[in-house]
Every structure is written in C-alpha cells, then in structure tokens.
C-alpha cells in the first residue's frame, strides 16, 4: 500500500524558510519519480517540483525555480523540498507525490494528504 507523510508546513513570513518532508512507504524512490504539487483554495493544483529516478534531475515550476530545492534520501526513502524565499503567493496545501507520467510534465497519479504552508506577515 502506498503512503506518504508530509510534514514540515507551517506558518512564515515573506522572505522566510520552510522544509517539507515526505515519508513515503509503499515503493522506493530507487525506482519512482517523485515530487510535489501545491493547492491554493480557488486556484488550479501546481505541480511544483519533481525528482527523477532514471537519472536524478530535477524539474520546477517557473513560479519556483532559484528558490525551491527537491532531495531525496533513498536510505530513508523521504523526499525534501527546501523553500527560501517564500512569497505570499506561495501559500497552498502541498502534496508528496508519484507518477508514471516523465518528471518534465510535473503531473502526478498518486499523493498524499499534504501540509499547509502559509505566508504572511
């Protein structure tokens, strides 16, 4: 059975720094592509970042790129996303996920239930 554990969301002020953690059981991140996707109440969901298994790239977003960093830890099979800079704007719900689909889309098939990350003075 598939899970993931996020945590690491939280409160911040612009400027600030978050790191979001991601437990995942169920598979190894030997083998999958692995990533994050954000949620804002009335927008359309994000994908954020994504690590691939076939040859450790890494993707993001435009809205992110220079200030997210995606890492993984096979050994503890957990995912990280580094996050300086924050911005208003970058308050959402973001979820741990898996997909078939290749890293560069950043569309996934399978998440978690996600953390809050919320930015404001």
């Known amino acids: 059975q598939v899970q993931f554990v996020e945590s690491g969301g939280g409160l911040v002020q612009p400027g600030g720094s978050l790191r979001l953690s991601c437990a995942v059981s169920?598979?190894?991140?030997?083998?999958?592509?692995i990533g994050w996707f954000r949620q804002a109440p009335g927008k359309e969901r994000e994908g954020v970042s994504c690590?691939?298994?076939?040859?450790?790239?890494?993707y993001y977003a435009d809205s992110v790129k220079g200030r997210f960093t995606i890492s993984r830890d096979t050994a503890k099979n957990t995912v990280y996303l580094q996050m300086n800079s924050l911005k208003p704007e970058d308050t959402a719900v973001y979820h741990c996920?898996?997909?078939?689909?290749?890293?560069?889309?950043?569309?996934?098939?399978?998440w978690g239930q996600g953390t809050q990350v919320t930015v404001s003075s």
């Open positions: 690590f691939s298994s076939r040859d450790g790239s890494t």
């Open positions: 169920g598979f190894t991140l030997d083998y999958y592509n």
């Open positions: 996920a898996t997909g078939r689909s290749s890293c560069i889309t950043l569309v996934f098939g399978s």
